[in-house]
Structures are given as C-alpha cells and as structure tokens.
C-alpha cells in the first residue's frame, strides 16, 4: 500500500463495513473485512471505532453469543448521512485524480 | 509473550486515562483475542505489535479528543490546527481537507448576515412588548426556586423535630416503666415510629439537595451544550 490512509479515508472505510451488514458487526470481522482492503495495523482500528461511536455515527450493542459477550457496531441515520457524503467527496476526488493520471483537461 | 501478559501490559499502560475508556479499550482487545481464538492468539499479538503501540494509539485519541473539545469551543476552524492534529497522527494528506473546512466556513457566513440584522432590529423595536413577558416569566421562576426552597427548609426542619421528639419521648417513657410499664411501653413504641418518621423525611432532604438537584443542573446544562453546540456541530465533515 503505497498511499497513505487519512482519517477521514479510514472513518469513510469502517463506516462503509459496518454499513454492509443491516444488523451491524462486531470488531474482529470489521478488522478482518477493513484488511482485506487496506494494510492497516489492528490497532488501529479500535480508535477509529472509537471516535466514530463518540461522534455518534455508530452505536453499540451487546449480544450474548457461545456464552460469550460480543459487542456490535451499528451506522446510526448519522452514520448512513456522513457516509453518503464520504462516497461524493471520494467520487469527485478520485475522478480528478484519473483524469491527471490519464489524460485529457483538468477543471 | 502470551496473551495475559499482553493484555496486563496494555492495563498497566493505559492507567493514566479515565477508567471507563480503559475498561472499554481492554474489553475491545480481550474479545479481539476471544474471537481470534487460541489457536490464532499468537499471530493476534504479531499483529498488534507491542503493548506500547496500542496503549500509544489509544493514548493519543484520548489526548487528541479532549484537545479538540476544547478548541471546539474557543476557536474558529479557520485556524486550521484541527486538520493539523490529524496531520500529526495519520500523515494526512492536507489539501482536500484544507478546501473542505474552508468552504464550510463561507458558506455560513454567507447565509446568516443579512438575517441576523434584520433579526436584531426586529428585536429592538419590539422591546416593549417582549421585556413584560421575559419580566413575568423570570418572576415565575424566582417563585418556583423559593417555593422549592421553603419546602426542603420545612421537611428538614419537621425531620428534625420529629427525631427530636421521638427521642425525648422514648427517654421520658423508659424512666416511667416502673410506674406505668403497660404505658410507658406503648410510648416508648410511639417515640420510635417517630424517630423512624423522621429520618425517612431526612433522608429525603438530603437525597433531594445532595443527589436529585445536582442531577438536575447537570441534565439542564447539557441541554444547553447540546443547542450551542449543534450550531457549530455543522463545520465538521
């Protein structure tokens, strides 16, 4: 991975993760699922979830499983909104990017 | 090193922060571990790295959170600095974020200026009609926090004289056993009931100002964060 993952990326990614599952997931499938995509340390991920929790666009909630605790990550409506807008920012920029790379004018 | 030590190192580490975002952290890692299972356990610490790396990442959020907070309140996001933070952390790419804030920013200048005079003049030319309603409303408030005064001063006081008389009506009623023992029984009964009366009511006091009214003031004061702050709550993105 030659380009570096800012935070805001990073956040765009996780959301995007937990976005696939309706019920949410829990923090080991969302690393494993956000490493088969980026090369990011698992320690990482915890204070991504973290700060996305506390900006309120994740919520948690506990589910008893194999007598187990196991704690799920859930997009919140604020979750869903930031994402939307994540997905339009990543559209515009990476579109201009291809453009530099390929070709053709630069607006 | 095997998972215990590991996750013993990680709490010793993060004993500087507030013990809910310890508690939180080593719950993450411990059911990370639990679900890796043990056949993968040692790989899960390969991956981690060391202790002082995820203490360092959890430490760093931490700090960044209550440094942001602040500047949230006292600054400007022109200044900047708030991407710079990230920049320090994550090696940011600066450009884009940069722009984004700044649009942000102009764009609500843009909308409010022209509204906010207009606002204003409205207000002040409607100044004597509103000041009778605000002057009413702050009287109902003054009655309400004095009624609420006088009653607390009351039960306090009827706590007292209640365990106060119920004392007295007990050691008055045990000096008078050997004369009236079938009376002096029943009033010593009496005397109880109403030190017990009265310490129910003391309780309550102090349940009401110790615990009930700081909870209160704590539920109106985020009430009023959360309006001031759903203003610049717009600026992130």
Redesign the interface.
């Known amino acids: 991975m030659i380009f570096n993952t800012g935070a805001a990326l990073l956040d765009a990614i996780v959301l995007a993760v937990v976005a696939k599952e309706k019920q949410g997931t829990y923090g080991y499938k969302i690393t494993q699922d956000v490493r088969q995509v980026l090369e990011v340390s698992e320690s990482t991920l915890y204070p991504v979830l973290r700060r996305l929790q506390k900006d309120e666009c994740l919520e948690v909630y506990d589910m008893e499983c194999a007598g187990r605790n196991r704690r799920y990550y859930k997009l919140t409506e604020k979750g869903e909104a930031q994402l939307r807008l994540y997905k339009i920012e990543w559209k515009n920029y990476a579109s201009k990017i291809k453009m530099l790379f390929e070709g053709g004018t630069v607006n | 090193m095997n998972r215990q030590e590991f996750m013993n190192r990680l709490e010793y580490l993060l004993r500087s922060i507030p013990e809910e975002e310890r508690a939180?952290?080593l719950?993450?890692?411990n059911?990370?571990f639990?679900?890796?299972g043990i056949e993968n356990e040692y790989q899960?610490i390969q991956?981690?790295?060391s202790p002082e790396?995820?203490a360092q990442?959890?430490l760093s959020?931490v700090q960044q959170?209550s440094f942001n907070r602040i500047r949230q309140d006292y600054c400007s996001p022109e200044e900047g600095s708030k991407n710079t933070e990230?920049e320090h952390?994550?090696?940011?790419?600066t450009t884009?974020?940069n722009w984004?804030a700044h649009t942000v920013v102009e764009e609500k200048k843009k909308m409010s200026t022209p509204i906010k005079v207009l606002l204003i003049i409205v207000i002040i030319l409607t100044f004597p009609l509103w000041i009778g309603v605000v002057g009413g409303l702050f009287g109902v408030l003054v009655g309400i926090l004095g009624a609420l005064f006088g009653i607390i001063v009351g039960f306090g006081g009827a706590a007292i004289g209640l365990v106060a008389g119920g004392v007295a009506c007990i050691l008055v009623s045990i000096t008078q056993i050997a004369v009236v023992p079938a009376v002096a029984l029943a009033s010593i009964g009496v005397g109880a009931l109403l030190v017990a009366v009265g310490l129910l009511l003391a309780l309550l006091v102090t349940l009401t100002v110790g615990v009930w009214i700081p909870k209160l003031v704590k539920v109106i004061i985020s009430w009023v964060k959360r309006i001031t702050h759903r203003e610049e709550g717009g600026n992130?993105?």
Request: proline share 0%; glycine share 4%.
């Open positions: 939180d952290a719950a993450y890692y059911d990370y639990d679900e890796a899960v991956e981690l790295g790396q995820v990442t959890i959020n959170e990230k952390t994550y090696e940011y790419t884009n974020e984004n992130e993105i």
